[in-house]
């Protein structure tokens, strides 16, 4: 099972706070730090000191780690055009010598969109259909060869579809570069945008008597599309909420504003023992990676119970 930190910086964290929590994150020997791409807090509370640019956060994350993985969960598509998303992940791609994953996703926050003068049209799956399709296409289309699509959303004519990723995944061009996450609820047509493009299904905070379910059907995608289903890593977000103890539990929940019980319930929360068990839970269902995601950017003793009492005893 691999360990990986996720965060949702939009509701108060400065970059110096996301390169600390990254790098303790690479120290303490969990896989990846991951963030959230959003650029309006959630709920009340203080804004400061107000959004962090995912892309930006990253490549800056990349020229100051050395290991992890780095990506988001997830970007959303009404907030870049494909050609230069792109390049922008490409780049950065290339300035963590080929450690980022991209992430993306329909969009759903209508509010950071309206604060920031962002489109927000009412349907956007096309919108992310042809993004997938864009961005796996720039970097599969062979050097020295150009790329053109036509679709309702964008044209693009002659690319030089460079720069090219570090990493290059497959000889299916529809699969070619940067490993690409989708996740979503869904029970048809995101199972089958992930057998298309994703190397990864993410299902990320749902109810944990549904996540086999979910996977499933992202299987059986695949297998319509001939394509082999283990050909695909199948993960899950959810919220971390570690203690020693019953009392720590609680002070940690209480810091997020959240009850123990509904932690427990939800999401990776309780005492070690208890977060193996949830985690082997999540095996079963198929999972063979976990996003944490961690709403106390500043409490690193978190991530290192985590890393002392937990990972060593995951097979």
Not at 143 to 151: I, N, P, Q, T, Y
Not at 187 to 202: D, K
Request: net charge negative.
């Amino acid at each position: 099972m691999e360990l990986r930190i996720f965060t949702e910086p939009q509701q108060g964290a400065s970059y110096d706070d996301l390169l600390t929590l990254a790098q303790a994150t690479e120290t303490l020997g969990f896989d990846a730090f991951f963030r959230s791409d959003h650029y309006l807090r959630m709920g009340d509370g203080d804004p400061l000191p107000g959004p962090t640019d995912a892309w930006t956060t990253l490549a800056g994350l990349a020229r100051e780690t050395s290991r992890i993985r780095l990506g988001t969960l997830v970007t959303s598509a009404t907030f870049r055009h494909p050609g230069v998303l792109a390049i922008q992940v490409a780049q950065v791609d290339q300035m963590s010598g080929g450690r980022v994953e991209l992430g993306l996703g329909a969009g759903w926050f209508a509010d950071e969109h309206a604060a920031y003068g962002i489109p927000f049209p009412p349907k956007r799956f096309g919108l992310l259909t042809e993004q997938l399709e864009i961005v796996s296409g720039l970097w599969g289309t062979p050097v020295g060869e150009r790329f053109s699509f036509a679709g309702e959303h964008y044209t693009l004519t002659d690319s030089p579809a460079l720069p090219k990723p570090v990493q290059r995944l497959a000889q299916d061009p529809a699969r070619a570069g940067v490993p690409i996450i989708v996740g979503g609820h869904g029970p048809r047509r995101t199972p089958a945008l992930a057998a298309r493009f994703a190397s990864e299904f993410n299902t990320a905070f749902a109810p944990k008597n549904e996540i086999a379910a979910r996977f499933a059907a992202v299987r059986d995608a695949c297998t319509a599309v001939g394509r082999d289903p283990d050909d695909l890593v199948y993960s899950a977000a959810l919220v971390l909420c570690a203690g020693a103890d019953d009392a720590e539990v609680s002070r940690r929940a209480a810091r997020i504003g959240r009850d123990p019980a509904e932690l427990r319930a939800s999401g990776v929360a309780g005492t070690p023992a208890e977060i193996v068990d949830t985690l082997a839970e999540l095996a079963k269902a198929g999972a063979t990676r976990v996003y944490l995601q961690v709403l106390d950017l500043h409490d690193l003793d978190h991530l290192d119970l985590v890393a002392r009492e937990v990972a060593p005893q995951l097979g």
